[in-house]
């Protein structure tokens, strides 16, 4: 169901030019279902500095800003709750509980950029290591909105939005992402799978079709170019323009791609039934990175023996510490792709490229999935709505 807009909505979910950060709020307030209103904080910028800048500049006490801020619709009457996911959202979602003195309650997802204590709800995909806390909801999957597609047949090569792919099926299709502090994106790791997805459409007499995103390095599309012959690529623009074939791609592709680095991505090839193989990037940790990451994994180790041979005050200090660690920005609660890569492996919606074998045409496609359910949402979302139960008296 679409969430419901209505003049005064109590719920406002905060969505940002990142589609899926945007998907992941989605994907709550539909759950809900409960009028939302969408406030939309979608302007570009071209590092985390200058984000901060311009959030900072939105959300100062000038004339200015608070024009800026009527344009946007931020503004009293405060909402009771606010649903934000990512960084410029999860300030802009404090400041109007600070606005509010404290009525707004604060729903976020993914990574706890604050104190952990201070979220009303904390709701944690898998590649977000947080505490088992009171105000922490732990997924399994990120968290996937209702996909309304087409069913398969109809016109070749044609999606509902009037996309086409001109080249002849079965389409082995690389879907590319972009680069994350997390992994080195590998030519060499990239080109064995291209090459992997070429042999297969010229054994079964089909295509290699390459789709971009908007954090395509053009390096990446240049060196499978160089090393596939005439692949069909499709660079990237707005999901909502009528030539992309993004949807399609998904619904009748013979295999799907996709680069480790794009959570959204990789969960939307799962969602869509057709096989599906991520392609593994080598991590990329420097020295400091490495420091903390495994300075991170000692403790909760430490924590969870502790707690395993009886020495539960121990184990409640232990954590106690991390928890300080992290609200001083020492020792953060770490985001790790791997972790999510792992639970969809285990759960049997996708593969590790290299497991492909170009000789065997991929097995026949699994009912499109509605993830929303696997993903722990309905957890999430009633413990939401039981932040905001004077919304649903009124």
């Given at each position: 169901?679409?969430?419901?807009?209505?003049?005064?909505?109590?719920?406002?979910?905060?969505?940002t030019q990142a589609p899926g950060d945007n998907d992941?709020?989605?994907?709550?307030?539909?759950?809900?279902?409960?009028?939302?209103?969408?406030?939309?904080?979608?302007?570009?910028?071209?590092?985390?500095?200058?984000?901060?800048?311009?959030?900072?500049?939105?959300?100062?006490?000038?004339?200015?800003?608070?024009?800026?801020?009527?344009?946007?619709?931020?503004?009293?009457?405060?909402?009771?709750?606010?649903?934000?996911?990512?960084?410029?959202?999860?300030?802009?979602?404090?400041?109007?509980?600070?606005?509010?003195?404290?009525?707004?309650?604060?729903?976020?997802?993914?990574?706890?950029?604050?104190?952990?204590?201070?979220?009303?709800?904390?709701?944690?995909?898998?590649?977000?290591?947080?505490?088992?806390?009171?105000?922490?909801?732990?997924?399994?999957?990120?968290?996937?909105?209702?996909?309304?597609?087409?069913?398969?047949?109809?016109?070749?090569?044609?999606?509902?939005?009037?996309?086409?792919?001109?080249?002849?099926?079965?389409?082995?299709?690389?879907?590319?992402?972009?680069?994350?502090?997390?992994?080195?994106?590998?030519?060499?790791?990239?080109?064995?799978?291209?090459?992997?997805?070429?042999?297969?459409?010229?054994?079964?007499?089909?295509?290699?079709?390459?789709?971009?995103?908007?954090?395509?390095?053009?390096?990446?599309?240049?060196?499978?170019?160089?090393?596939?012959?005439?692949?069909?690529?499709?660079?990237?623009?707005?999901?909502?323009?009528?030539?992309?074939?993004?949807?399609?791609?998904?619904?009748?592709?013979?295999?799907?791609?996709?680069?480790?680095?794009?959570?959204?991505?990789?969960?939307?090839?799962?969602?869509?039934?057709?096989?599906?193989?991520?392609?593994?990037?080598?991590?990329?940790?420097?020295?400091?990175?490495?420091?903390?990451?495994?300075?991170?994994?000692?403790?909760?180790?430490?924590?969870?023996?502790?707690?395993?041979?009886?020495?539960?005050?121990?184990?409640?200090?232990?954590?106690?510490?991390?928890?300080?660690?992290?609200?001083?920005?020492?020792?953060?609660?770490?985001?790790?792709?791997?972790?999510?890569?792992?639970?969809?492996?285990?759960?049997?919606?996708?593969?590790?490229?290299?497991?492909?074998?170009?000789?065997?045409?991929?097995?026949?496609?699994?009912?499109?999935?509605?993830?929303?359910?696997?993903?722990?949402?309905?957890?999430?979302?009633?413990?939401?709505?039981?932040?905001?139960?004077?919304?649903?008296?009124?």
């Amino acid at each position: 169901m679409t969430p419901i807009a209505t003049a005064r909505p109590q719920i406002w979910a905060l969505l940002t030019q990142a589609p899926g950060d945007n998907d992941q709020c989605l994907a709550l307030a539909e759950a809900l279902d409960r009028p939302v209103a969408f406030k939309r904080l979608a302007w570009h910028v071209a590092d985390a500095a200058e984000d901060r800048a311009v959030t900072r500049a939105l959300l100062a006490d000038t004339p200015q800003a608070g024009q800026w801020r009527e344009a946007l619709g931020i503004h009293a009457p405060w909402p009771r709750m606010v649903i934000c996911c990512g960084r410029r959202s999860d300030r802009i979602g404090f400041w109007i509980k600070r606005q509010s003195r404290g009525c707004t309650k604060v729903v976020s997802i993914g990574r706890a950029r604050r104190p952990v204590a201070w979220y009303d709800l904390l709701v944690a995909p898998p590649q977000f290591s947080l505490p088992e806390r009171s105000n922490v909801v732990s997924l399994s999957l990120p968290m996937a909105r209702r996909r309304h597609t087409a069913g398969r047949g109809g016109t070749q090569g044609a999606s509902p939005n009037g996309a086409r792919v001109p080249v002849p099926k079965p389409w082995f299709t690389i879907l590319l992402g972009g680069t994350v502090k997390q992994f080195a994106a590998s030519e060499r790791r990239l080109i064995e799978a291209a090459r992997r997805a070429q042999a297969a459409a010229g054994r079964h007499g089909g295509s290699v079709v390459i789709s971009t995103s908007r954090r395509t390095p053009s390096a990446l599309i240049a060196a499978l170019e160089r090393a596939l012959d005439r692949p069909y690529v499709y660079r990237w623009s707005d999901p909502e323009t009528a030539d992309n074939p993004y949807e399609v791609l998904l619904r009748e592709s013979a295999a799907l791609f996709v680069t480790a680095d794009s959570a959204s991505m990789i969960l939307d090839c799962c969602a869509s039934g057709t096989p599906t193989y991520v392609i593994e990037y080598p991590e990329r940790l420097d020295l400091r990175r490495r420091w903390r990451r495994n300075l991170f994994r000692h403790l909760r180790r430490a924590v969870a023996r502790c707690r395993d041979w009886g020495l539960g005050r121990a184990g409640d200090r232990l954590d106690r510490v991390q928890d300080w660690l992290h609200a001083r920005r020492i020792l953060r609660y770490p985001r790790d792709l791997r972790r999510f890569h792992e639970s969809v492996y285990g759960m049997g919606l996708a593969r590790p490229a290299d497991a492909f074998d170009p000789e065997i045409l991929p097995r026949p496609h699994r009912a499109a999935g509605d993830l929303s359910e696997a993903s722990g949402i309905r957890e999430a979302a009633a413990r939401a709505l039981a932040l905001s139960r004077p919304v649903a008296a009124e």
